[in-house]
C-alpha cells in the first residue's frame, strides 16, 4: 500500500508519529514528510533516522496555518494527521487554544487534503472523546466529526476521511509512564490521582499496527476504535515502582501518594457511546462505527472484512490487565 508512496506525518515527531514513521519506511515509502512545529524534536528524530535520510523530510510549520498545511501536502498520497494539544489540565486552562490546534487545525487539514488531491487522510482521536468532561475531549469530537463529515461536503473529490479512535499509549508524550519513572528516581514516590481509575492502554506497536489497518480498510467517514485493554493506575504505579527500582538497583522504600482527580478527569473512560454501539461492528482487532450520515458501506462485508450482523452492544467485555502483564510490556516495548 505505501511503496513508493508519499507520506505526510501531522505532528510527527510526537511518540506516535515517531513509530509509525519508523514502521513505514519499512515499506519503502517514496517519501515521509515529518510535519510538526518542534524544531529541537525534529533535529533529534533526524539523528535517530539518518540511515533513511534519503526518504525523510523534515517540515517545520502548525496546523494553525493553512498555507503551510498545502504546501506541505503538494503531491502526496496519504496523510496522518496526529497533532494536538493533549493535556486535559492544559487544555482546561487555555481552552481556545485546544480549539485552535484540534479543531481549527483538523478543518485546516481537511480543506488543505481536498486541495491538494490527497488519497487518503486518517485522523486520530482519543477515547476522552467519548462524553467528554473536558476540553481536550470536545475538541477531539469535534474534530471527529468534522473528519466524518467532511466524507460527504467534498463534492467531486476523491479524498478519502476517516478516524481511528484509541486510549492512552505506553510510553507517549503526557502519559503518565514517563512521569512515574521521573518521580520514582527523583523523588523516591509515585503521585496517583486514584489507584481504582482505570484506563484504556496499549503499546506503541500495537496502536501502529492497528492505525495502518485502519487505513487499509478506510472507505470513507467511519471512526474505528481500536480494541484496547484497561489497567487500573495502581497496577501501573505498582509495576513501574518493581521494574524502575530493579532496573536502577534502588533501595530505598518507593511511597504511592494519592492526589485526587484533576479538573476535566473521569474516573473511567468509555469506548464508544450506547448509541454507537448499537450500530458499529467488528473485527477481531477494532470496532468500526458508521459515519452518522449513512450506514457502513457494504463493500466492507463483500471483502471479508466484517462478518454482517456482527454487532457492538452495551455489554461489551474489556478485558482489565493485570501487574504481571503490564510489568511485561513495560520491559518488551524499552519502556524504562
Known amino acids: 500500500m505505501y511503496r513508493d508512496k ?36 525534529q533535529y533529534q528524530m533526524s539523528i535517530d533516522f539518518h540511515a533513511h535520510a534519503t526518504h525523510l523530510r523534515f517540515l517545520i510549520g502548525d496546523v ?48 488543505a487534503a481536498i486541495q491538494a488531491g490527497v488519497k487518503k487522510v486518517l485522523f486520530t482521536s482519543t477515547d476522552k472523546a467519548i462524553s467528554p468532561t473536558n476540553t481536550y475531549g470536545a ?20 479524498t478519502i476521511f476517516s478516524s481511528v479512535r484509541f486510549g492512552n499509549v505506553m510510553g507517549s508524550r503526557g502519559s503518565v509512564i514517563p512521569l512515574f ?30 492505525i495502518l489497518q ?26 513501574m515502582v518493581e521494574v524502575v527500582a530493579q532496573k536502577y538497583g534502588l533501595q530505598k522504600e518507593i511511597r504511592i501518594d494519592q492526589i485526587g482527580l484533576r479538573p476535566g478527569e473521569k474516573m473511567f473512560e468509555e469506548l464508544m457511546t450506547s448509541d454507537e454501539h ?38 461489551v467485555s474489556i478485558e482489565l490487565i493485570d501487574k504481571n502483564t503490564l510489568t511485561q510490556w513495560l520491559l518488551n516495548e524499552a519502556l524504562i
Request: glycine share 6%.
Open 64 to 111: 494553525r496555518d493553512y498555507q503551510r498545511l498545502l504546501r506541505a501536502m503538494e503531491d502526496i498520497d496519504y496523510v496522518f494527521h496526529l497533532a494536538a494539544m493533549k493535556h486535559v489540565p492544559f487544555c482546561e486552562y487555555n481552552p481556545f487554544e485546544a480549539v485552535q490546534t484540534n479543531v481549527i487545525g483538523t478543518q485546516n487539514v481537511i480543506q
Open 6 to 41: 508519499k507520506i505526510l506525518i501531522i505532528g510527527g515527531t510526537g511518540t506516535i508519529g515517531y513509530h509509525l514513521a519508523k514502521r513505514l519506511l519499512e515499506e519503502k515509502p517514496k517519501v515521509i514528510r515529518i510535519f510538526s512545529r518542534d524544531e529541537y524534536k
Open 181 to 210: 519513572k521521573k518521580q520514582i528516581l527523583e523523588e523516591q514516590r509515585v503521585t496517583v490521582t486514584d489507584p481504582n481509575m482505570v484506563r484504556f492502554m496499549m503499546t506503541p506497536t500495537q496502536a501502529i499496527t492497528l
Open 278 to 315: 448499537s450500530i458499529a461492528s467488528e473485527t477481531n482487532e477494532m470496532y468500526i462505527i458508521p459515519s452518522i450520515f449513512e450506514s457502513v458501506k457494504s463493500e466492507y462485508f463483500h471483502r471479508g472484512h466484517i462478518t454482517m450482523g456482527s454487532t457492538v452492544n452495551s455489554a
Open 214 to 239: 485502519a487505513n487499509s480498510m478506510a472507505k470513507g467517514g467511519e471512526v474505528y476504535v481500536l480494541k484496547m485493554p484497561l489497567i487500573r493506575l495502581g497496577d501501573l504505579a505498582e509495576a
Open 139 to 158: 475538541t477531539k469530537l469535534m474534530a471527529e466529526r468534522l473528519i466524518s463529515a467532511a466524507e460527504y461536503q467534498k463534492g467531486p473529490k476523491a
